[in-house]
């Protein structure tokens, strides 16, 4: 069993920044692909962004956020984070970390094994 803890999250103005940390119990990290989703109120979970377990660090982003999101890892710690920057009121939603125990980025929530319960972003206008 792996058990995420998501934080970092808060209410900020429209361009601002958040880095939200998602640490990590139970198991090591270090084989899995780290996905940030969000769900905004009266709407599906969405994928975010990932990143995989290699030493290249493969990364993946919605659409939506590329160029203002980054997502890291550190393994040793077990920990994973997302940079958010030029943050638009779009972006509110709770954000959850979840971990897929696999070497391939997916983007479809319900194929991630494990999640945390989430850390709510509020971005104001």
């Known amino acids: 069993q792996v058990q995420l803890v998501e934080s970092g999250g808060g209410l900020v103005q429209a361009g601002g920044s958040l880095r939200l940390s998602c640490a990590a119990s139970?198991?090591?990290?270090?084989?899995?692909?780290m996905g940030w989703f969000r769900q905004a109120p009266g709407k599906e979970r969405e994928f975010v962004a990932a990143i995989d377990w290699t030493s290249i660090g493969t990364t993946r982003y919605a659409d939506s956020v590329k160029g203002r999101f980054t997502i890291s890892r550190d393994n040793a710690k077990n920990l994973v984070y997302l940079q958010m920057s030029s943050l638009k009121p779009e972006d509110t939603a709770v954000y959850y970390c979840a971990a897929d125990a696999t070497i391939v980025i997916k983007i479809s929530a319900p194929l991630y094994d494990y999640w945390g319960q989430g850390t709510q972003v509020t971005v104001s206008s």
């Open positions: 139970g198991r090591t990290l270090s084989r899995y692909v």
